[in-house]
């Protein structure tokens, strides 16, 4: 499978416990989003990584939230103390360098979390 | 800031029209449009880079206005394969970081 791989595909937690995400880029793309999507809405950027450095997060999160991407390949997710808010699908997304510009955004299947 | 999509919902037959805007308050480097189905990941349809460029694929095409920061994707003679909601990205000009912001989407219903 060449696609992008997130992991797991389901994560049921209790409040206050910690989990983390998991994605896997295609290869050589390296360009990394992940987002945030709620039922009937769009997805809410997180924040991105340029190879292993993480260029912007979002002012919207939480300090619970954090993501890191060592070596420039997968990348994690990590929510601290979570919360009932917390859940939704969380979505990583990979974008490939052409010269100056950047393809479009290959979406992986997501992480749905539920905070119980 | 996320762009802002129009409308929120269309309700189409089979073979009818539908167009869906999307526009942003910043200057824009390039718009993407996607498609999503219930329970899969968003698909990409077409990225527009240039003001004033149009791109097509089969039945559905869209058009860039970068002098007013807005794009249009238009779904002609529409087909029950695309039911799904549509969602518009963008890219500004500010900086070369291409970060890309989504809308909040519009649902699709093609009916028989």
């Known amino acids: 499978d060449t696609g992008v791989s997130q992991d797991p595909r389901h994560k049921i937690t209790k409040r206050g416990q910690n989990v983390t995400f998991r994605c896997d880029p295609i290869?050589?793309?390296?360009?990394l989003y992940w987002y945030r999507q709620t039922l009937g809405q769009g997805p809410e950027f997180l924040t991105y990584?340029?190879?292993?450095?993480?260029?912007?997060k979002s002012r919207l999160l939480s300090d619970r939230f954090s993501a890191e991407r060592p070596k420039g390949s997968f990348s994690t997710l990590e929510i601290q103390r979570t919360e009932q808010g917390d859940s939704a699908m969380y979505l990583c997304a990979t974008r490939r360098r052409l010269g100056t510009v950047f393809t479009e955004a290959f979406f992986g299947q997501g992480t749905r979390l539920t905070v119980v | 800031q996320q762009p802002v999509q129009s409308p929120q919902a269309v309700i189409l037959r089979e073979g009818e029209d539908a167009v869906i805007n999307c526009s942003s308050s910043?200057?824009?480097?390039?718009v993407h449009w996607y498609r999503q189905k219930h329970g899969e990941a968003p698909v990409f349809l077409m990225i527009?880079?240039?003001?004033?460029e149009q791109k097509g694929h089969e039945k559905i095409s869209a058009s860039f206005n970068e002098k007013k920061q807005q794009s249009s994707l238009y779904l002609t003679a529409s087909q029950l394969s695309y039911s799904g909601t549509y969602f518009c990205?963008?890219?500004?000009?500010?900086?070369?970081?291409?970060?890309?912001?989504f809308g909040k989407g519009t649902l699709l219903t093609v009916n028989p």
């Open positions: 527009l880079l240039k003001g004033g």
């Open positions: 290869s050589e793309h390296n360009r």
């Open positions: 990584f340029q190879n292993e450095a993480q260029l912007e």
């Open positions: 990205g963008t890219e500004d000009v500010k900086g070369s970081n291409y970060k890309l912001t």
């Open positions: 910043k200057a824009l480097y390039s």
